[in-house]
């Protein structure tokens, strides 16, 4: 694993032999801190042509109405649009931010030609995304 990011808001790391980036959010952050972090995601995606991604928002607070309503809107047709071909999200803690995260997972799963799975175990999540990838690899 290489570590890219790492500031207090979100640790990104890359599992480039998996093709994997993982995002560990730190705590409630602003708009503009949740925003900017994945448009990182997506590049890195984009760069290094990521298959995988693992979201760990356990320690994430809520989700702003706007911010799940871009993330959905305008985000994920983005990254869709990279070959991402599955997503695990450790949900979080916070009943807010897991109904938001819930929402989008749902709004996500509509539209994405990928698999969006929600986990309470980040081990679980990793193992889920490790086997899928097997399946089509």
Known sequence: MITIRNDGTVRIELDLEHGKVTSTWSHSIR??????????????????????????????????????????EVFMPEVIKLGLRRVAVVRSEDYFAHTATARMVDATAVVAPFKVELFAD???????????QAAFV
């Open 31 to 72: 708009s503009e801190e949740y925003r900017l972090a994945l448009w990182h995601i997506h590049d890195l995606v984009r760069d290094h042509h990521l298959v995988l991604w693992l979201s760990d928002t356990r320690a994430m607070g809520a989700i702003l109405h706007a911010d799940e309503k871009w993330s959905i």
């Open 122 to 132: 980040a081990g679980d999540a990793e193992d889920w995304l490790l086997k899928e």
